[in-house]
């Protein structure tokens, strides 16, 4: 029995768990294709078709597969209603989606993220300059004592100006999340794209959004708390021992929950799940596919990582030329004291890296969920009546969005 709940299409009602991928198509629908993988051809598809006999016409090819003699084998035709084709997904084909997303609705996804990524960077400037320590220098000619005296301030230091770097960045999650869901879900439909649409669509769930963006991260510091707890209590030198494995070990956990729950945020938005339900959810589509998935989001953090730097390191190397002490203190490692000039360039890079970087990483993780359910739900099949594809049979009966 399938429980998946279905699409939740743009301009749609709430899905229920009986309208899932394995839901018996209404009558005038055409009978879904057999699923098979890219790996492996559907049945009596095994070896060439035998060629035909005197007097007698070779059948046609199946629809939506090429013609010639090797078209029963390769990778199927799909259809294209949107940034990427209505079948299991490439590595190379998630990636060009999210980027052709943000292509095709610049004007929209670009308003978002900028404006995210200013407040974002405002904030931590204004925080930055007036209300959090100035990181202390540790002084090579002081006593071993003293030098570690110092070194623990520094980290003291760093753990408190880290804390509202955190906060801010789970809240542009929280927002970019929210609103760019929705974008890349109208894109693989190929439908128009406005702020005003994204956001009637998102409101209604950013309650729940939120109580999930603080729900993983506190699932996060207690799994890490769990670990390191016991080596902290025994203390001396077998207590650093145990922090050490017991903090690894933490690690390995946290980064499999993560991969494991990565999903979650597209199903609690466009399946309309519950903050614990839209984690089983995710569990139960990641399931299988642990490493493919790890792999893609780590392929995925490196490059929005590169192209950050590509953006940035311009404006912090011309604001450490034009602020502090120069360029020079930038290569010796000096603590200089920072004005205004450096601070608002090296702000301005990381907003426009940021507004760069949060669409690709929002669309990646979407189209992951899409993928996932075209193989697992054949949502394929759903999608396509939804984008009105020929052959594929008329739109859900509760879908009124006019069709680009």
Do not use: C
């Not at 084998?73 to 998630?94: F, H, S, Y």
């Not at 753990?159 to 929705?182: K, N, Q, R, W, Y």
């Not at 089983?280 to 590169?306: D, E, H, M, P, Y």
């Amino acid at each position: 029995m399938n429980d998946s709940p279905g699409w939740a299409s743009p301009g749609s009602p709430s899905p229920s768990d009986d309208q899932g991928a394995g839901a018996p198509h209404p009558a005038g629908d055409q009978a879904p294709a057999p699923k098979w993988s890219e790996n492996q051809p559907p049945a009596a598809q095994w070896s060439p078709p035998a060629a035909p006999g005197p007097g007698r016409q070779a059948p046609p090819p199946p629809p939506g597969r090429g013609g010639g003699p090797y078209a029963g084998w390769g990778r199927p035709t799909a259809p294209k209603p949107g940034v990427i084709p209505l079948r299991p997904l490439g590595v190379g084909e998630i990636l060009d989606g999210a980027v052709s997303t943000l292509r095709a609705h610049w004007r929209t996804v670009l308003g978002i993220t900028l404006a995210v990524s200013a407040v974002v960077q405002i904030t931590q400037i204004l925080l930055q300059r007036y209300v959090l320590p100035q990181q202390p220098q540790i002084n090579p000619d002081a006593s071993p004592s003293e030098q570690l005296e110092q070194l623990a301030e520094s980290l003291r230091v760093s753990m408190v100006s880290a804390a509202p770097a955190m906060l801010l960045g789970l809240m542009a999650t929280f927002v970019t999340t929210a609103l760019l869901t929705f974008v890349v879900s109208r894109s693989v439909l190929g439908r128009p794209v406005t702020f005003s649409d994204v956001w009637s669509e998102a409101r209604p769930r950013l309650l729940p959004l939120l109580g999930l963006t603080f729900l993983v991260p506190l699932i996060v510091v207690a799994v890490v708390a769990v670990g390191i707890a016991p080596g902290l209590l025994i203390g001396s030198g077998a207590g650093a021992l145990l922090v050490f494995l017991g903090g690894l070990g933490a690690v390995l956990v946290v980064l499999w929950l993560t991969v494991r729950f990565s999903l979650a945020y597209s199903a609690l938005m466009l399946e309309r799940q519950g903050v614990l339900a839209s984690l089983r959810r995710s569990a139960k589509l990641v399931q299988g596919s642990w490493w493919r998935i790890f792999g893609i989001l780590i392929l995925t953090a490196l490059l929005t990582f590169v192209v950050a730097m590509i953006v940035s390191l311009p404006f912090t190397i011309v604001a450490y030329a034009v602020d502090g002490d120069g360029i020079d203190a930038m290569f010796a490692g000096g603590n200089a004291q920072l004005g205004w000039t450096f601070l608002i360039i090296s702000g301005i890079g990381a907003v426009i890296a940021s507004a760069i970087m949060y669409p690709i990483s929002a669309g990646v993780t979407v189209l992951l969920y899409v993928d996932q359910r075209i193989r697992r739900e054949a949502l394929d099949l759903e999608l396509g009546r939804a984008a009105g594809v020929p052959g594929y049979g008329p739109a859900s009966p509760g879908d009124t969005t006019p069709r680009s």
